[in-house]
């Protein structure tokens, strides 16, 4: 980041315009979920038909989030993130206004499909404003913070609303939000045209589109219906069978949706993994802690929402710090395997709570715990999935990002939530006799969940670690030759190198060092 970029002096001010609108995206994912009691009362929809709330955002969301970062890639970052946040905002006040449960659901879906160019929009702005700056370690350090606290916030604020005001001001809020978030984007952000203007690649899109459509139905249907339900397998065999047709086409696409070459990077992929992983982990602690203490502890949604608050602090603490002073002496594979491992800890810690646990002894610890752990990860796995991106790539790049979290925490609620319920029901009918047997059910079939989310950040753990790959700090590691195709001469530009400054973590590749090329002997 040079001092004739007209951005610069406005750097961190854009930060906090992309920041709210990231806050949009992440607290609408757990707002609403508060608020459906008192909706389904109003509009007086089944239990059956109320997952249709959430799903409809989900499925949009997910299956055109790839869609949409390619948007802002072929128009530009500024328009689509204006498109974005105005197509969302009214999205929203519709929904807030809804009569029956048919308006409800088809606004959910049309603010899902906006929230799909919203998203990688913001974080391509974050990566293009922070390119090559000394500071863009700190800004993710931000930016991460808010992506992991956004759900907790949600409930907080879910349950102020619904508590004080009303079920519908849990979507009008985002009036609130947008209107300020799209002046700094007109005031802030100069002319972002578009890098290039490549075709719209239309059958990677229909194929994508359709079978993220069918994987995250597949598992919403799946918390319903059960995994063995047809429906529940033919989706996922559907959604199989797309996404790898999908691959195929974009291997030969002349201008494919997804470059799969942003795939060939093992850190990338890494940190792809691990935002995967952590939306399984997350939305699935947040489901289940959130009924835990309402139903059994007898919490009131406010009191809910603010017991997530100190997860919430440590984690913008340690997001900020780690990303400052660590990410670029260590690289990101130590603090992605460590941040893992603590949110594994936490879930372990989680296991032990009991019908009638005290908050401050037993909750407490666990939310700290996964709270750092998140503080380590997700801001360090953004910045490595996103750093190095031609702009040609930002908005898909970034896309990924949301896709992965989007995904995970689909996964995560469904997951989690069928073995919760699974668990619990056998232990009644094995257990029928005792006394209490439903509460103690309730709390054997959490712990069942949080051993499986335990279990899921220490695989994450494991994988993360062998493939995200370990810098030497503090230097340019050593280049490493590759084959040199014919006529290229003896020059460097047969090497990829990375390079790591105290400041912040910039791989540079072939392209990066064509200045730098040795000269012939």
């Not at 597949?218 to 559907?238: D, E, K, P, R, Y």
Request: one cysteine or more; aromatic letters at 8%.
């Amino acid at each position: 980041m040079t001092g004739t970029d007209p951005t610069h002096s406005r750097r961190w001010l854009i930060l906090g315009v992309v920041g709210l609108a990231q806050v949009m995206v992440i607290l609408d994912a757990t707002v609403v979920n508060i608020a459906l009691p008192s909706a389904q009362r109003a509009l007086h929809f089944s239990n059956a038909e109320r997952q249709w709330i959430i799903t409809a955002y989900s499925l949009a969301f997910a299956s055109l989030l790839l869609l949409g970062g390619r948007i802002g890639d072929m128009f530009g970052l500024k328009l689509a993130l204006l498109t974005g946040l105005i197509g969302f905002a009214a999205s929203s006040a519709v929904g807030g206004l809804a009569q029956s449960f048919g308006w409800l659901v088809a606004a959910r879906a049309v603010q899902g499909a906006f929230g799909a160019l919203l998203a990688p929009s913001a974080l391509a702005v974050l990566t293009t404003t922070f390119r090559d700056s000394p500071e863009r370690n700190r800004a993710f350090g931000i930016f991460g913070a808010i992506a992991a606290s956004g759900g907790a916030v949600g409930l907080v604020l879910g349950g102020v609303l619904t508590q004080s005001l009303s079920w519908r001001w849990t979507l009008y809020v985002n009036l609130f939000l947008a209107l300020p978030t799209a002046a700094g984007v007109v005031i802030l952000l100069g002319r972002r045209g578009a890098a290039s203007k490549p075709r719209l690649d239309i059958p990677g899109t229909l194929t994508v589109s359709a079978g993220l459509a069918a994987l995250v139905y597949g598992f919403s249907h799946a918390q319903s219906s059960g995994w063995g339900s047809s429906l529940t397998i033919g989706c996922f065999a559907a959604s199989l069978l797309l996404l790898a047709g999908f691959v195929v086409i974009e291997r030969r696409s002349p201008n494919p949706l997804l470059p799969l070459r942003l795939l060939h990077d093992r850190s990338r992929s890494g940190a792809y993994l691990a935002v995967l992983l952590v939306g399984i982990g997350l939305f699935g602690v947040f489901l289940l802690l959130t009924y835990y203490m309402q139903r059994l502890l007898g919490y009131s949604p406010i009191k809910t929402g603010l017991a997530f608050l100190p997860m919430v602090a440590v984690n913008v603490i340690t997001s900020t710090t780690t990303s400052t002073l660590l990410l670029g002496r260590l690289g990101p594979r130590p603090l992605i395997v460590l941040g893992m491992a603590l949110g594994a800890g936490g879930m372990a810690l989680l296991t032990r709570l009991g019908p009638h646990s005290a908050y401050a002894s037993d909750i407490l610890p666990a939310l700290l715990l996964i709270g750092i752990g998140l503080g380590f990860t997700v801001a360090t796995a953004i910045n490595t999935a996103t750093v190095g991106l031609e702009p040609a790539d930002t908005g898909v790049g970034s896309a990924l990002v949301n896709t992965s979290q989007q995904i995970g925490g689909s996964v995560g609620t469904a997951l989690l939530n069928t073995l919760a319920t699974t668990a619990a029901a056998h232990f009644l009918i094995t257990h029928a006799t005792v006394t209490s047997a439903v509460a103690l059910a309730t709390v054997h079939g959490n712990s069942v969940a949080f051993w499986a989310g335990a279990g899921m950040f220490a695989l994450g753990a494991v994988v993360c670690g062998l493939l995200v790959r370990r810098p030497h700090p503090h230097r340019i590691p050593r280049a490493h030759p590759v084959p040199l195709h014919h006529g290229m001469g003896r020059g460097g530009a047969g090497f990829v190198a990375h390079h790591w400054s105290l400041g912040s973590y910039t791989p540079r590749t072939r392209g990066d060092l064509r200045h730098t090329t040795r000269q012939p002997t």
